[in-house]
């Protein structure tokens, strides 16, 4: 049977676990913005040091295209050409979220087609970074570069 004393005790306790529960939630609300930053930045630059390299290495991103990438539908040449154009031009846009949704889901289409084109030869590890970084350009594609983007910053200059 629950007397009045405890009822009260109870009630201020589920209380307390709500008003907890709200002070929770607004953290992890503030910290959105500084976790989407974080996560745009990091594929963003994965992918820019790659295409770097290929640029550096032309002569041997070519040879890989010609004989370990084989990308469906695409002359390796024009499939070298595109996949490191894409590398280096989308990262700077997933980065600054300009255009965040354009520059994350041309990543991701780039990511699944560097992991479908070599998976063969592919160890585990190197599998599961592909798809870290698959989900972390999804989250950006679904929710947006979120509040610290040019693009949010844009939303609010046209609102004000």
Request: one cysteine or more.
């Amino acid at each position: 049977m629950t007397t009045p004393a405890s009822a009260v005790a109870a009630a201020r306790g589920l209380d307390a676990a709500r008003r907890a529960w709200r002070g929770l939630e607004r953290i992890l609300e503030w910290l959105q913005a500084p976790a989407l930053l974080a996560a745009r930045a990091y594929v963003a630059w994965v992918f820019f040091l790659s295409g770097l390299q290929s640029l550096r290495a032309w002569p041997a991103t070519l040879w890989l295209y010609q004989n370990c990438f084989h990308v469906a539908l695409l002359p390796p040449v024009v499939a070298a050409v595109i996949g490191t154009a894409g590398e280096v031009l989308l990262p700077p846009l997933l980065a600054l979220g300009l255009f965040g949704r354009f520059g994350a889901l041309g990543l991701l289409v780039v990511n699944a087609v560097a992991l479908l084109s070599y998976l063969h030869a592919l160890q585990p590890a190197a599998i599961m970074f592909h798809f870290i970084w698959g989900i972390l350009l999804l989250l950006v594609a679904l929710w947006g570069p979120g509040a610290w983007s040019v693009d949010a910053w844009r939303a609010r200059r046209r609102r004000a």
